[in-house]
């Protein structure tokens, strides 16, 4: 069940979320979930147990890259930015995303 103030992510968004918050340039892990939260105006929370993992196994999938930095807080963090392989997924998922949000609307529409 969907909590209205709390709805959960519809399954295999999390991905094309991160991909699309990190389109911009590199984010550290906490700056990913806090651009999600503030696209979302605070709808979406995507928790580290969620975040970390899929950061992983988006390592794996090549989809991203990561090195060591510094944060604005001079802490040091994992920075994660797209490969080319990512951006290639990003735009897969977003058109087929968008295409599911048709359909949905259209038979959200009938009568």
Avoid: C
């Amino acid at each position: 069940m969907v909590d209205s103030q709390n709805p959960e992510l519809l399954p295999g968004t999390l991905y094309m979320m991160i991909l699309r918050t990190l389109n911009p340039g590199p984010l550290h892990g906490y700056a990913i979930a806090k651009r999600i939260r503030d696209w979302s105006k605070g709808d979406l929370q995507i928790e580290d147990g969620s975040l970390y993992p899929a950061l992983n196994r988006m390592l794996l999938k090549g989809w991203l890259k990561a090195e060591w930095g510094v944060t604005d807080n001079n802490r040091r963090a994992r920075f994660y930015r797209l490969t080319p392989a990512g951006r290639k997924r990003l735009e897969a998922e977003s058109t087929a995303f968008n295409k599911m949000i048709r359909a949905i609307q259209l038979v959200m529409r009938t009568s």
